[in-house]
């Protein structure tokens, strides 16, 4: 059985040991959970007020996990995670380029957990990366939320 606060604190604790996502000045939240209360709608993750952006969220479950038995106690599981970023400027061009750069950030610290050396600290290892981007204008400012999905697996003892 999978403990999803382990695996999204596993997550949470990779990406704030990078020297860039761990800055305040690059990323003011990150946190290991979406907010709001319905399961239905991504837009939840999204729910951030503007002191807080830029801003991380992590979903360690954001697709059904597949599993299949490795040995008699151990089971292999494969997880979809996403780290959802969202930020927002006032200029379309500056608020995207910032947007690129933490997602390049989150990205190169996900395809870095791809070995068995160097992985979430959990018995765990990202075996792909993706990300989506979509972009809306709000009032006077620019918002940006790019979804990096991580494939993951995960060995699972019982």
Not at 29 to 58: C, H, M, W, Y
Not at 72 to 77: F, K, L, V
Not at 109 to 117: H, L, Y
Request: proline residues 1%; without cysteine; negative net charge.
């Amino acid at each position: 059985m999978t403990d999803y606060t382990v695996l999204a604190n596993a997550i949470k604790a990779t990406l704030t040991a990078d020297e860039q996502l761990g800055n305040v000045a690059n990323v003011k939240t990150i946190e290991s959970r979406k907010r709001g209360f319905s399961v239905q709608s991504n837009s939840d993750a999204l729910f951030f007020g503007d002191a807080e952006l830029p801003a991380l969220a992590i979903i360690p479950n954001a697709r059904g996990k597949q599993t299949s038995l490795s040995t008699t106690n151990e089971a292999r599981e494969t997880h979809t995670a996403q780290i959802v970023v969202i930020s927002r400027d006032r200029d379309a061009q500056a608020g995207l380029d910032a947007q690129s750069t933490i997602v390049e950030n989150v990205e190169r610290v996900m395809e870095a957990q791809r070995s068995s050396s160097d992985n979430l600290g959990i018995d765990a290892f990202v075996r792909s990366v993706s990300s989506t981007d979509e972009q809306f204008k709000k009032g006077d400012h620019y918002y940006f939320a790019t979804t990096v999905e991580a494939q993951i697996e995960l060995t699972a003892t019982f």
